[in-house]
């Protein structure tokens, strides 16, 4: 199962686009076979099977009701199936997106939908050492292992001297749990430790740890780490704060972040139309838990544009003691 924790809109998809007309008549036939499909590629991919039956009830009633008859673009249908996935599930990964043309970008200036594009540092906006020794490395998204792990293996290289990292998150999408698990396994000593397991709708349960010990990676799991975050902050970006802050192993700083914590994967509805559908829950090593619908609380609440003043002064501080 390729399962992934998918970037928040705005951000773009992770998953390759195919390509599509941009628009089409809005008219009652396409209402119905988009809806039905819709319905079912739900039913059958979703992971709590308690609630599916609801979110297919809910969909045929709206459109018997003619709700998506004030649909004039395929945007506007769009939105208007997502008001009713998201009123009922309370789920910020179950979307339906219009699908574009390669060439067309996506909306709100998301980086290009082909990954193959993607120069290998994606992800990585900044990476430096402060003076007194603060390293600051800052993650954008969690591309698959294959894609990050030689950037991120250069990012680590060059914030060894730190004697104290902070790890900006704030403009974080999410992506990859295995990257978010190659992170992480350079910030605790264990190989091998346990991190979170995703529990599917049916089969095995995948888990991931830190890298093992024949993996060649300079690990530290003793100096000091600030994790930033925002409201913007979504699914992978906030798990790696949850996943440090349940271990004890960070202090967060900033907002509260989005709440979603499902992980899946794109499906196909139609030529013009692809739907998000959690096929797992993340369970993590130490709750048993995730941040789904709560987020993360931060220890230290404070505005994001504020977050990177507050991470270094108390860096500052500790370093000093």
Same mark, same amino acid.
């Given at each position: 199962?390729?399962?992934?924790?998918?970037?928040?809109?705005?951000?773009?998809?992770?998953?390759?686009?195919?390509?599509?007309?941009?628009?089409?008549?809005?008219?009652?036939?396409?209402?119905?076979?988009?809806?039905?499909?819709?319905?079912?590629?739900?039913?059958?991919?979703?992971?709590?099977?308690?609630?599916?039956?609801?979110?297919?009830?809910?969909?045929?009633?709206?459109?018997?009701?003619?709700?998506?008859?004030?649909?004039?673009?395929?945007?506007?249908?769009?939105?208007?199936?997502?008001? +009713?996935?998201?009123?009922?599930?309370?789920?910020?990964?179950?979307?339906?997106?219009?699908?574009?043309?390669?060439?067309?970008?996506?909306?709100?200036?998301?980086?290009?939908?082909?990954?193959?594009?993607?120069?290998?540092?994606?992800?990585?906006?900044?990476?430096?050492?402060?003076?007194?020794? +603060?390293?600051?490395?800052?993650?954008?998204?969690?591309?698959?292992?294959?894609?990050?792990?030689?950037?991120?293996?250069?990012?680590?290289?060059?914030?060894?001297?730190?004697?104290?990292? +902070?790890?900006?998150?704030?403009?974080?999408?999410?992506? =990859?749990?295995?990257?978010?698990?190659?992170?992480?396994?350079?910030?605790?000593?264990?190989?091998?430790?346990?991190?979170?397991? +995703?529990?599917?709708?049916?089969?095995?349960?995948?888990?991931?740890?830190?890298?093992?010990?024949?993996?060649?990676?300079?690990?530290?799991?003793?100096?000091?780490?600030?994790?930033?975050? =925002? =409201?913007?902050?979504?699914?992978?970006?906030?798990?790696?704060?949850?996943?440090?802050?349940?271990?004890?192993?960070?202090?967060?700083?900033?907002?509260?972040?989005?709440?979603?914590?499902?992980?899946?994967?794109?499906?196909?509805?139609?030529?013009?139309?692809?739907?998000?559908?959690?096929?797992?829950?993340?369970?993590?090593?130490?709750?048993?838990?995730?941040?789904?619908?709560?987020?993360?609380?931060?220890?230290?609440?404070?505005?994001?544009?504020?977050?990177?003043?507050?991470?270094?002064?108390?860096?500052?501080?500790?370093?000093?003691?």
């Amino acid at each position: 199962m390729r399962t992934a924790w998918l970037l928040a809109a705005g951000f773009g998809l992770l998953g390759l686009q195919a390509p599509g007309p941009a628009q089409r008549a809005i008219d009652t036939e396409f209402i119905y076979t988009t809806v039905n499909t819709l319905a079912g590629v739900i039913n059958n991919e979703y992971f709590d099977t308690e609630i599916t039956p609801r979110v297919f009830a809910e969909l045929k009633q709206a459109r018997a009701a003619g709700h998506f008859a004030s649909a004039k673009s395929l945007q506007d249908f769009a939105n208007l199936l997502n008001n +009713i996935l998201f009123e009922v599930t309370r789920d910020k990964h179950l979307n339906v997106q219009v699908v574009r043309p390669p060439s067309q970008p996506p909306p709100d200036g998301g980086p290009a939908p082909n990954r193959r594009d993607q120069p290998t540092t994606a992800g990585f906006k900044r990476v430096e050492i402060l003076p007194e020794k +603060i390293g600051v490395l800052e993650v954008t998204m969690f591309l698959r292992p294959s894609e990050h792990r030689e950037a991120l293996a250069e990012a680590m290289k060059t914030l060894e001297p730190a004697a104290a990292l +902070i790890i900006d998150m704030r403009a974080n999408g999410g992506g =990859s749990p295995g990257t978010v698990a190659i992170l992480l396994s350079y910030l605790f000593e264990q190989p091998d430790l346990p991190l979170f397991d +995703i529990i599917p709708r049916q089969g095995e349960r995948d888990t991931y740890k830190t890298e093992p010990a024949s993996a060649k990676i300079a690990r530290n799991g003793s100096r000091p780490i600030w994790v930033l975050t =925002s =409201s913007r902050s979504f699914s992978g970006g906030e798990g790696f704060a949850y996943l440090m802050q349940e271990r004890k192993r960070a202090v967060i700083v900033g907002e509260k972040t989005a709440g979603a914590a499902n992980p899946g994967r794109p499906y196909p509805v139609n030529e013009h139309f692809e739907v998000t559908v959690p096929n797992g829950r993340l369970s993590s090593a130490i709750t048993h838990s995730n941040w789904e619908g709560a987020g993360v609380t931060p220890d230290i609440l404070v505005p994001a544009d504020q977050a990177m003043d507050v991470a270094i002064e108390r860096a500052k501080a500790a370093l000093k003691k």
